[in-house]
């Protein structure tokens, strides 16, 4: 038997796609590509909103397609002392990697953060 008698890759029968609902092919996107179909998933959960689907989320940071991070490795340390950590290691493995801060060097709330506890104090609880 040949490969083309069995590979067909048109519409599928009917007692196939019958019991499906609501199924689609996205020939653009690679399936073997974890980090695409993760970046569409994401972009799906953002969608509902963005369409109006579901109530608008308040302080939603508007959406881009690129990221900070891309496919590149991402290290998060707790303070400055991770950087000569990063380089020894690049330098260890031999790797002509670079890194780039692309965060502020100190944790910062941003402004939509409360800073005021709502909670009022009460007797026997000391503020």
Do not use: C
């Not at 196939?16 to 609902?21: C, R, T, V």
């Not at 998933?41 to 881009?64: E, H, K, L, Q």
């Not at 000569?84 to 402004?111: F, H, R, Y």
Request: charged content about 20%; hydrophobic content about 45%.
């Amino acid at each position: 038997m040949r490969a083309r008698e069995f590979l067909n890759e048109q519409a599928l029968p009917p007692e196939q796609a019958d019991p499906m609902n609501h199924v689609f092919v996205l020939p653009g996107v690679q399936a073997s590509d974890p980090y695409q179909m993760y970046r569409l998933s994401v972009a799906m959960a953002r969608a509902r909103s963005d369409t109006g689907v579901n109530d608008p989320i308040p302080f939603m940071p508007a959406w881009s397609a690129d990221t900070a991070f891309g496919e590149e490795g991402v290290v998060a340390g707790f303070d400055a002392s991770v950087e000569p950590i990063i380089d020894q290691a690049l330098k260890m493995a031999g790797l002509p990697a670079k890194k780039v801060q692309i965060s502020t060097p100190n944790s910062l709330e941003p402004a939509s953060v409360l800073t005021q506890s709502p909670v009022t104090a009460f007797a026997g609880y000391p503020r």
